[in-house]
């Protein structure tokens, strides 16, 4: 990385690649750091309430689903995303029991 004319390089948050320091938009990958910077209090939107349900559901159904979906938010920063990844783990061990219950009842009888 070269420093020209005083100013630091940076690299896009998104994409990763090297962007000109006061660049708004990067080049690359499109990201619009103006929005970042004129609201910085202002956290990305997070899912609708709607979704959440829907996805809080396909992580009880599909316990696999809710691992996955679970291990992705939960390693995310914020709060939210953090809470909403530990309730899909939650419900997806809890769908893994109660199938694995049914299932082994099925199989006694
Ligand atoms: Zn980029």
Redesign the pocket.
């Known amino acids: 990385m070269q420093a020209s004319g005083g100013q630091q390089p940076r690299n ?6 090297a ?1 000109a320091w006061d660049a708004n938009v ?6 619009d750091y103006r929005v970042q910077m004129m609201a910085p209090a202002q956290a990305q939107p997070f899912m609708s309430e709607g979704v959440k349900v829907i996805l809080y559901i396909l992580s009880f159904l599909i316990w696999i689903i809710g691992i996955i979906i679970g291990v992705i938010y939960y390693t995310k920063p914020d709060q939210e995303s953090k809470e909403f990844g530990k309730m899909c783990l939650i419900l997806a061990v809890l769908g893994l029991v109660v199938g694995a219950l049914c299932g082994v009842f099925a199989w006694v009888i």
Request: charged share 15%; hydrophobic share 15%.
């Open positions: 896009c948050v998104s994409c990763g690649r962007i990067c080049p690359y990958c499109g990201r």
